[in-house]
């Protein structure tokens, strides 16, 4: 009975092992395919991120960096006098709307900039449209500079030089300067959704914290410039 016995207990345990075995591969199976299944998802995640980034990266003047001046021979609405950035607007923030007139989206642009405008009069910053064209006569763009009840300054860009000064291939377009002239942000279409207010305010906040002892604030007169090549043309 006690070899029998014996015999019962040696077997039991290699029943259960027999048992045991195949739940063992399986679970390493399931262990297997987890990870293959995990290693997977990480390289699809990576291979669509890496197509997706596969758009042309803006160039890297872009940011922060300078720009080029106004021209001084081109026609100014709101203001008697060509600007530049370096002498009445120096150390100022600007925002720079570039547009051709030709979408009637340009009213309800024109109008969110005023607002901007008319928010942070008393700071040194400023508002200045460059519209592009070369068919509207002086007469007419002159109407919607006030019919429009557009109060910052507006340069005209017959030649398309200004556009050229600052990177501009697009319309509309948004350029942000910072105190410095250099770009601080660039908009395309689908501008007006931005946190252009934001952007500004943070901008002016970095120039409160240089503490420069003295800013004019430029604040344009509402007069008109022209040329002297376009009264010798005339």
Same mark, same amino acid.
């Given at each position: 009975? !006690?070899? %029998? ?26 262990m ?7 290693? &997977?998802?990480?390289?699809s ?32 609405f709101?203001?008697? @006098?060509?600007?530049? *950035? ?13 547009? $051709? ?5 340009? *009213?309800?642009?024109?109008? $969110?900039l ?5 928010e942070?009069? @008393?700071?040194? +910053?400023?508002?200045? &449209? ?11 763009l ?16 017959? !030649?398309?030089?200004?556009?050229s !000064? ?5 319309f509309?377009?948004?350029?942000? *300067?910072?105190? $410095? %002239?250099?770009?601080? &942000?660039? +908009? ?5 959704? %931005?946190?252009? !207010? ?5 901008? *002016?906040?970095?120039?409160? %914290? ?15 410039? +022209?040329p ?7």
């Amino acid at each position: 009975m !006690r070899g %029998a016995n014996y015999g019962k207990k040696r077997v039991t345990p290699l029943e259960d092992y027999s048992r045991e075995l195949p739940r063992s591969e399986l679970s390493r199976k399931r262990m297997r395919s987890t990870i293959i299944f995990f290693i &997977a998802m990480v390289v699809s995640a990576f291979l669509l991120g890496f197509l997706f980034d596969l758009g042309p990266d803006p160039p890297v003047e872009n940011v922060l960096s300078d720009v080029g001046d106004f021209p001084g021979d081109h026609i100014w609405f709101n203001s008697s @006098e060509p600007i530049s *950035l370096y002498d009445q607007l120096s150390r100022h923030v600007v925002v720079v709307f570039f547009c $051709r007139l030709s979408t009637l989206c340009d *009213l309800q642009y024109f109008s $969110r900039l005023e607002e901007i405008h008319e928010e942070f009069m @008393e700071e040194p +910053f400023t508002v200045i &449209a460059v519209i592009q064209t070369e068919e509207t006569s002086i007469d007419e763009l002159s109407c919607i500079v006030e019919d429009w009840g557009i109060e910052f300054p507006v340069i005209i860009d017959n !030649r398309g030089t200004v556009s050229s !000064r600052f990177n501009v291939s697009s319309f509309p377009s948004v350029l942000v *300067l910072d105190s $410095r %002239a250099r770009v601080s &942000a660039r +908009f395309y279409v689908g501008w007006e959704k %931005a946190d252009l !207010r934001g952007i500004v305010d943070d901008l *002016l906040q970095q120039l409160r %914290a240089m503490r420069y002892s003295q800013i004019v604030v430029y604040h344009p007169d509402g007069g008109s410039f +022209f040329p002297n090549s376009l009264h010798q043309g005339n």
